[in-house]
């Protein structure tokens, strides 16, 4: 059973106290779930008694999971009686006692922390869209950069041209893994080798070998390159310099939908005031939820913000991980130390908990909520989409693809609403 105890300033602390006979109850039912985790001589698998367990693996060997699970199931039925209590996270446990006649435990509860907000009254304007010749010609150099012809050349490498070369790196002397191709295609001025290398063979001619001098950044990905001198014997096979087409009609209508270049240049005017109308709507959209934020009072628990830190953190170093990365080398390449990067993180994980929690009593005060037709509206547009009926698309989706689908909708109906509030 639990009990409140006290409370504080944005944390309640309950004690729980279980009885030796629902102890006992728990940590059978823990052995039932478990029993077949374990290999014990002489038993099948799942089948050797529970005594025999705790005596090969020790005798509080099931105690862990049922103390998880009578703690889960005690405090959902204290929140259950008690609509009240708001808490922001799973309650941090404090073990005063477990003995075979039962358990003593404290739970602290940081709870959801009050919101006060603003007028909801805004007066910010969207910025107005424009498009420049200059503009226009910046995408129409890109276009007839996307044409260009590549032909073979005995005059020196410069950038801007590609170079088909085998080259083979040592280290120390040493071939290293990744260190070595055959008929490479580089674009000179690419950045797609290490810092140095291109422009290493800046000048060379086709026929010409040259040995190119390199330093591995101190971050690099690869441990043993890192920081390590390299020595790359490149042999180069073909110098291929860039031709660029002369931009006219027989060029547009030869490569685009367009019949001339002024039908081209108008599209491309569309198309980037399109995209700087809409970047400004999503800037007036932030600058909505930004404006709402500030003018909101929240007193949020410094435990609440060290917890989203944590998990922002954390998130991070996964994504990392899947570049081969560490967050240290990360750190040290964009010459960041470890406690100022936590520094940073704690001030966003504060601001990103504040905006959070603002959005969702501005949703709850204005009762903002997604409607079945809403919901099912958003289905057929997918449904069109993908060439579907609703009902298709519906059963494919998941519970996160659900839940991902209501929140975007939610956030379009906040957006809306902050939209009227401004003046």
Not at 145 to 156: G, H, L, T, V, Y
Request: charged fraction near 35%; proline fraction near 2%; include cysteine.
């Amino acid at each position: 059973m639990i009990t409140r105890e006290k409370s504080q300033k944005g944390e309640l602390q309950l004690h729980l106290v279980i009885d030796g006979k629902t102890w006992q109850e728990a940590v059978e039912k823990s052995y039932e779930k478990n029993k077949g985790k374990y290999s014990i001589q002489g038993f099948r698998k799942g089948k050797a008694p529970r005594k025999v367990i705790e005596k090969n693996y020790g005798d509080t060997v099931f105690y862990d999971d049922a103390f998880e699970s009578l703690v889960t199931e005690e405090y959902g039925k204290f929140l259950d009686e008690n609509p009240d209590v708001e808490p922001s996270d799973y309650p941090r446990t404090v073990l005063n006692s477990m003995t075979d006649d039962g358990l003593d435990v404290t739970l602290k509860v940081t709870l959801m922390p009050e919101v006060k907000l603003g007028k909801l009254e805004f007066n910010i304007k969207k910025a107005k869209a424009s498009v420049t010749e200059k503009e226009i010609e910046g995408e129409l150099k890109k276009f007839v950069e996307s044409q260009a012809r590549f032909e073979e050349s005995k005059d020196p490498a410069e950038m801007g041209d590609f170079v088909v070369m085998d080259f083979a790196g040592r280290v120390k002397g040493e071939l290293f893994e990744g260190g070595t191709a055959k008929d490479y295609r580089l674009e000179l001025g690419s950045h797609s080798f290490i810092e140095g290398f291109e422009e290493g063979l800046v000048g060379v001619k086709a026929g010409e070998k040259r040995t190119v001098k390199v330093t591995f950044p101190a971050a690099y990905p690869a441990e043993n390159l890192a920081g390590q001198d390299a020595e790359f014997e490149c042999d180069v096979k073909k110098v291929e310099k860039k031709k660029l087409p002369q931009l006219n009609d027989k060029l547009v209508s030869f490569a685009t939908e367009f019949a001339n270049l002024e039908e081209y240049k108008a599209s491309i005017k569309a198309k980037l005031l399109s995209q700087k109308e809409e970047a400004n709507e999503r800037k007036l959209e932030n600058d909505l939820i930004e404006q709402a934020t500030k003018d909101a009072s929240v007193d949020i628990p410094k435990s609440m913000i060290e917890h989203e830190k944590e998990h922002n953190i954390a998130d991070f170093e996964n994504r990392l991980r899947y570049q081969n990365i560490k967050l240290k080398d990360y750190l040290n390449y964009i010459g960041k130390s470890e406690e100022e990067y936590n520094k940073e993180q704690l001030a966003e994980a504060e601001i990103g908990l504040k905006t959070r929690l603002v959005l969702q009593k501005i949703i709850k005060d204005n009762n903002l909520q997604i409607t079945h037709e809403e919901f099912h509206e958003k289905l057929h547009q997918i449904a069109d989409k993908q060439n579907k009926t609703c009902h298709e698309v519906e059963e494919g989706l998941s519970d996160y693809e659900i839940s991902y689908i209501q929140n975007d909708l939610l956030m379009n109906k906040l957006i809306a609403f902050l939209k009227s509030k401004n003046k």
